[in-house]
């Protein structure tokens, strides 16, 4: 079985069990980010295989789909939410070395992060496509609902843009003429930088669960 299988069967037992689904969602979609490298492609791919199993596991459970879906699609956000701010803190560290906001793997990140919400919103809407009309009417509402309330990671990835989007277009303008060298490699160090740090920052979250009680995320 591949790991994309495996996640799957993760998301849809963490719905049949029913308890602290947000929270349990949330777990299974940043361990399966911390186990690839963080670029938007992959993020996507998780997204997209966690609400397959969700969908399954809405499917045959005897639960208020509404409330599922609602609180999946929160996990999943507050999970994807940690891989921007993990970006965010790459691109502070890059800056704090004295790397170039001009360099293209920087540039690369912050275009990747700009379209992330559509990205992750397409991946939840590709899963229910071979859905059931009535899970596909339930999370067009959810989707809806985010719409107009907006998600936690749009909001990060507002505040990313909002620090390094004109610093990286002015030097954009600056470097029109100067030859860019090893992007690739840069490229890969930096989404190595990223996952790094998305590990750091979730181990509180894995600390935590140890701890009395069980909390939603957003702290």
């Not at 609602?70 to 502070?92: I, P």
């Not at 990140?109 to 991946?123: I, M, P, Q, Y």
């Not at 107009?148 to 749009?154: K, L, N, W, Y």
């Amino acid at each position: 079985m591949n790991t994309d299988e495996v996640l799957k069967g993760l998301a849809r037992e963490s719905v049949k069990q029913g308890e602290n689904l947000r929270t349990a969602v949330r777990e299974v979609t940043l361990n399966a980010l911390r186990s690839r490298e963080l670029t938007v492609r992959e993020i996507r791919r998780v997204v997209k295989t966690v609400t397959e199993g969700v969908n399954l596991g809405a499917a045959s459970a005897k639960l208020d789909a509404d409330r599922v879906l609602g609180e999946a699609f929160a996990g999943m956000d507050e999970a994807v939410l940690k891989a921007v701010q993990a970006n965010h803190l790459a691109l502070q560290q890059l800056a704090a070395q004295g790397q170039s906001l001009r360099e293209s793997h920087v540039k690369k990140a912050l275009d990747e992060l700009e379209r992330l919400e559509d990205e992750f919103v397409g991946a939840v809407k590709e899963a229910t496509k071979k859905s059931s009309q009535q899970l596909r009417n339930q999370w067009a509402t959810v989707l809806q609902r985010t719409q107009t309330s907006g998600t936690e990671t749009a909001a990060e990835v507002e505040r990313t843009m909002e620090e390094f989007g004109d610093r990286t277009r002015d030097a954009v303008r600056q470097q029109r003429r100067t030859a860019l060298k090893a992007a690739e490699a840069m490229a890969e160090n930096f989404t190595t930088l990223a996952s790094g740090i998305l590990i750091g920052l979730t181990e509180g979250l894995q600390q935590g669960k140890r701890g009395p009680g069980d909390k939603a995320s957003g702290s």
